[in-house]
């Protein structure tokens, strides 16, 4: 062993020779008292500029991501909110008993599988649909307005809209169905566009994040290519050298992303409390109109925790891939003269 | 002198030992340009003590690489410990390096590791526990002179510390052979005879030396073998 190899005699006299004459400068302490460095050092300035560029990358890409799972979410429950329901309406004709046709028109719907319940929209509650047009205290015998039977449906398991509307018209001629399917089709289309440009907004998004990681990690190595090469030339293995940095890289990737990642949900959560404080005020029905009530729900937590691993895991992968390349580099320098 | 005692006392390279090195007819050219070193053919005995020199620009720096494994030479044939260059794998490079110490000339310590944990670097990149080394790194540093410095961070190092402090991190390994370039290229002449007389200690404990220097006062000092690099030819006096 070394220390065996070295504390012969002649290394004694040796070490008396070779000691400097100077006075020490720092007082000598045990070595088993010292943290040891680690092989990268801990922080730099281009360091602390990586924690920052990925902290602020990750809080963006987090707010798309929020944001797309709430409009995803909210499309999702327009969608289901007006499919949940169909609509009779019976015009007023000559010689027919409005009451009986209604109730008539509400028997028939019930009588189809899928068909949760049919309820008469009564004649106070039709008045008060037509009050802001026609005003108060509406006679609706004076005036052909037609009358409504509401179907609420089983979304799992939907009526056969056509035999239903045939079933009406065969028995009620001024009956007609509206299962909502157009204006469905129409939201479901716009909910589906809306989504997409979400998608490719996050898209969009992590693509900027993952090349601003990467070239902010790339710079943050390049102050690190002497230490490489010392590695390199003391006998380092590859692979220890690229574990040493991927393991820096990791833990400094996982702490901008975390700091970005709790941002963002702060920020949701900041809404959500806003938006639950504010309930039944006009702009928080205007809000929650929009954007349903601001959770994120449990998938959007899940893709800010996707978020922040897949970032840390890009940062150690670029530095990684940035040793090899330098080791690459020196070994090819020695085939240069080749 | 003090050192023509010690001079005398050595034969170096005049024993037939196993060879570390054997260069045949070795070339180097860097891309398209010129051969920088030419029709090199020499030995370095194991245990053996030599100077290299010649005039700035020589080539030794490149023969020193080229000693080193960190360049491949463009002609010619090169053994080390035994096995051709040629066939020497990527991966059987860093297990082939930890047998040989190398001093840069501009000493590549780690500025923001101790002296200490410079010298034990070697070491730990091999994963050894840092109890199973410490004794022998506190050792060979007060051996170096460097004791009362050890958890100094090197910018705070004075050159000849510095130098000291790179040549401990050659020697923990203990190295078969130990190549330095211009170990006293940066400390006054006092300072330059302390670490020649390291390198002495060195070599009666085993390690084949060799020292690229231009330092003429340095090489009197010892009566070791030389090779000579001119115009890119080397002549070697035993």
């Known amino acids: 062993m070394a220390g065996s190899m070295f504390m012969t005699d002649q290394a004694e006299a040796a070490t008396r020779a070779a000691a400097p004459a100077s006075p020490s400068r720092a007082a000598p302490m045990g070595a088993s008292h010292r943290r040891t460095s680690p092989i990268v050092p801990e922080q730099n300035v281009a360091g602390r500029a990586l924690v920052f560029v990925i902290a602020i990358m990750t809080f963006l890409s987090c707010l798309t991501l929020g944001a797309v799972s709430l409009v995803r979410d909210t499309a999702s429950v327009w969608e289901s909110q007006i499919s949940r329901e169909a609509t009779i309406q019976i015009r007023p004709v000559d010689g027919l008993d409005m009451e009986q046709a209604l109730a008539d028109a509400a028997r028939i719907a019930s009588g189809f599988a899928g068909v949760l319940n049919a309820r008469i929209v009564d004649r106070a509650a039709t008045a008060r649909l037509l009050e802001p047009w026609l005003g108060s205290g509406l006679d609706l015998d004076e005036l052909p307005v037609p009358r ?25 001629q001024s009956a007609s169905l509206d299962d909502h399917r157009t204006w469905v089709d129409r939201l479901v289309a716009m909910a589906h566009t809306t989504v997409t440009i979400g998608l490719a907004v996050l898209v969009l998004m992590l693509s900027a994040t993952t090349l601003s990681v990467v070239f902010a990690t790339r710079g943050a190595m390049d102050g690190n290519g002497h230490i490489i090469e010392v590695l390199h030339f003391v006998g380092a293995e590859a692979r220890f050298i690229a574990a040493e940095f991927r393991r ?32 039944a005020t006009p702009e ?6 929009l954007f349903g009530n601001f959770a994120i729900g449990l998938s959007g937590y899940i893709g800010v925790a996707l978020v922040v691993l897949v970032i840390a895991a890009l940062t150690a992968a670029t530095s990684h891939f940035t040793v090899v390349r330098s080791l690459s580099e020196i070994d090819l320098s020695q085939q240069a003269s080749s | 002198m003090v050192w023509s005692d010690a001079s005398h006392q050595l034969s170096f390279a005049k024993v037939s030992n196993p060879l570390v090195f054997r260069f045949e007819n070795v070339g180097l050219r860097y891309g398209m340009g010129p051969e920088i070193l030419r029709d090199i053919s020499l030995e370095i005995p194991e245990r053996s003590f030599q100077f290299l020199t010649g005039p700035s620009g020589a080539g030794k720096t490149t023969l020193l690489r080229l000693l080193f494994l960190a ?14 260059r040629a066939r020497i794998t990527r991966r059987e490079l860093p297990l082939l390096r930890r047998r040989i110490g190398v001093v840069f000339q501009d000493f590549r310590l780690l500025d923001h590791m101790t002296t200490y944990e410079n010298v034990a670097l070697p ?16 050792d060979l540093l007060k051996w170096v002179g460097l004791g009362e410095r050890m958890h100094v961070l090197p ?19 203990q190295p078969e052979i130990l190549l330095a370039d211009e170990p006293t290229g940066n400390v006054d002449p006092p300072l330059a005879r302390r670490l020649l007389r390291l390198f002495i200690e060195l070599n009666r404990l085993g390690t084949a030396v060799v020292i690229a220097t231009h330092d003429l006062t340095l090489m009197e000092q010892v009566d070791a073998r030389r090779m000579i690099l001119s115009d890119g030819r080397l002549d070697v006096y035993d």
Request: hydrophobic share 45%; proline share 4%; charged share 20%.
């Open chain 2, 155 to 173: 910018p705070v190092l004075s050159g000849g510390e510095k130098q000291r402090a790179a040549i401990a991190r050659a020697l923990i390994e």
């Open chain 2, 71 to 84: 360049l491949k030479p463009t002609r010619g044939l090169i053994t080390v410990f035994g096995k051709d």
């Open chain 2, 123 to 138: 070491l730990r990149i091999r994963g050894r526990e840092e109890s199973s080394y410490r004794n022998d790194v506190v």
């Open chain 1, 248 to 279: 820096h890289f990791l833990w400094t990737g996982l702490k901008g992303a975390l700091v970005g990642g709790v941002l963002a949900v702060l920020v949701f959560l900041a809404f959500g409390w806003w938006s639950s404080r504010n309930f």
């Open chain 1, 284 to 289: 928080a029905d205007q809000a929650s109109a």
């Open chain 1, 148 to 172: 409504l039977v509401v179907v609420r449906i089983d979304e799992t398991a939907p009526p056969d809209f056509a035999t239903m509307r045939s079933a009406l018209t065969s028995q009620i």
